[in-house]
């Protein structure tokens, strides 16, 4: 059955749990709010663009149902997957830095052995073909699409600070105490790279560690290879916008800093949003 997934939502806004998007709510004129396969959904207008902001569920299977149900049943121009993400030690990011994902990579699929996990190449079948390419292991963002062009526009990789809600690129000159107009917000990066998906997050810093130098990834989350699976399946453009609340491998919670990753992360979304 073919389905237009241009109609319909401008953009469809997903995070796993509802405080990764909850601080975006408030732009939304007039949201009608429903429950929509167990998960909740705000549906609204934000400058004239019908938006959709909701939840998909933890985990690569929640996130792959919602977001086919919402683009079966809604229809798509874009969807974007945000929220929170652990960050691998020896990479750029910190806690309460934003990656702006390249490449989403799948951590799980292919061949396990003595090794590790070996790419979906072994099996020799792809997960899906874009455009008659076949895809293995890795969903590239950048290559030709309009969508990350854009987001690439808007946020290029640098110094930001947020000063009323309001995402500010930082002048790398004031940053380095150059001059004296000094950002409002503290200072955080926006890099842009790979990510990893993984079903079992990292539970100690060497797992993490094997995971960084096995798949080059910046981060891992839960989600994000199979939203992206999804929408190159239904040929509707995916972006990943994830902020650091956490380093990779460290479980204890008491060092997370979640309320900044989902502001941080936020942030960067209504930029995009109101971006022309």
């Known amino acids: 059955m073919s389905v237009n997934c241009t109609a319909g939502v401008d953009v469809a806004i997903l995070g796993a749990v509802r405080q990764e998007v909850e601080p975006l709510l408030h732009l939304l004129d007039s949201p009608r709010v429903f429950d929509f396969r167990g998960e909740a959904l705000h549906l609204g207008a934000f400058q004239d663009r019908s938006i959709l902001i909701g939840s998909t569920g933890l985990g690569k299977v929640n996130a792959a149902i919602t977001t086919a149900a919402i683009l079966e049943t809604f229809g798509a121009a874009q969807v974007w997957n945000i929220g929170c993400a652990g960050a691998y030690e020896g990479g750029p990011l910190n806690v309460g830095d934003v990656l702006i994902s390249r490449t989403v990579i799948c951590g799980d699929e292919g061949v396990l052995s003595k090794n590790g996990v070996e790419s979906m190449r072994t099996i020799g079948i792809p997960l899906v073909k874009r455009d008659g390419e076949p895809l293995f292991d890795a969903f590239p963002l950048a290559e030709g699409s309009w969508a990350y062009d854009r987001a690439l526009r808007l946020t290029p990789a640098g110094l930001y600070s947020i000063d009323g809600g309001e995402l500010q690129l930082v002048d790398t000159a004031v940053?380095?105490?150059?001059?004296?107009r000094r950002p409002k917000g503290e200072v955080f990066r926006t890099v842009h790279g790979p990510s990893l998906t993984v079903s079992l997050a990292s539970g100690d810093r060497k797992t993490a560690a094997k995971r960084r130098e096995r798949y080059g990834a910046l981060a891992e989350n839960m989600e994000g290879s199979a939203i992206a699976q999804t929408c190159a399946r239904y040929e509707v453009p995916f972006l990943e916008c994830r902020a650091m609340s956490n380093m990779a491998g460290y479980r204890d919670k008491r060092e997370w800093r979640l309320e900044l990753a989902f502001e941080r992360c936020c942030a960067v979304i209504r930029h995009w949003l109101e971006g022309a």
């Open 175 to 180: 940053e380095a105490g150059k001059n004296d």
